[in-house]
């Protein structure tokens, strides 16, 4: 039997540690070459990721790495699952420079997974092109191929697949937007010889417009199985 005095003892350290917990990361502004992202540091760190949002980008940063902008996007919305998985986590601007952010990112462990979604995935390969080398990309609901849909995708902006690192390829099966196209997928792996792969997902749930983040565009219900692909592939 356990006396109440140590009742006590074991509710305030089952409470102290739920207070640990709940303080493990936290959220920061950050300047990256004059463009403000959000930065979340877990207190132990075993890698880092950027997460570029799709839309226009512009997140909207407060002072203390708040966002006030795209808060449904799918990378916005569960930016902390990949902290609580020990990942540093920065959420850029469209206007962040990505080079720079990866050189920042890298300062605090590598190795630095750059992860963009819908136009994000845009930003990622223009930011690859303009000299980002992050270790690792990850690309959900992207435009990749002219297959896709849209003229501007991942391939016409690299034009090679030289400067592709080690790419991860999240997508719906049933993603209806225009400009994200199952039948994008493969000529881009095709493209990438060897340096990319496919994670294909289905089910959750299609609501309103099927190029917004409540589609399958933007894994609405799935969010769990895209942190938990995301965050694992380094």
């Not at 080690?166 to 060897?194: E, M, N, Q, Y």
């Amino acid at each position: 039997m356990i006396r109440p005095a140590n009742w006590i003892r074991i509710w305030l350290a089952v409470a102290m540690s739920a207070v640990a917990a709940g303080a493990a990361f936290a959220d920061e502004t950050v300047t990256i070459g004059g463009s403000r992202v959000a930065l979340i540091r877990p207190a132990s760190v075993r890698a880092s990721v950027i997460l570029l949002p799709g839309g226009d980008g512009a997140i909207h940063v407060g002072e203390r790495g708040d966002i006030h902008g795209l808060l449904g996007n799918q990378l916005v919305r569960t930016r902390n699952a990949y902290a609580a998985r020990g990942l540093a986590v920065m959420v850029a601007d469209t206007s962040t420079d990505l080079k720079a952010a990866v050189d920042y990112m890298a300062t605090i462990k590598r190795p630095v997974t750059v992860i963009g979604t819908s136009r994000g995935t845009l930003r990622a390969a223009e930011g690859i092109a303009r000299g980002a080398r992050p270790d690792a990309l990850v690309l959900t609901s992207g435009f990749l191929s002219p297959e896709s849909g849209s003229s501007s995708n991942v391939m016409s902006i690299l034009g090679s697949p030289s400067a592709l690192p080690r790419t991860l390829v999240i997508h719906h099966t049933s993603d209806a937007c225009k400009f994200t196209l199952p039948a994008g997928v493969d000529p881009f792996i095709r493209w990438a010889g060897g340096r990319a792969r496919v994670k294909w997902l289905s089910g959750g749930a299609e609501e309103g417009d099927p190029c917004q983040a409540r589609g399958h565009h933007g894994f609405n219900g799935l969010d769990g199985q895209v942190v938990g692909l995301a965050a694992g592939f380094r």
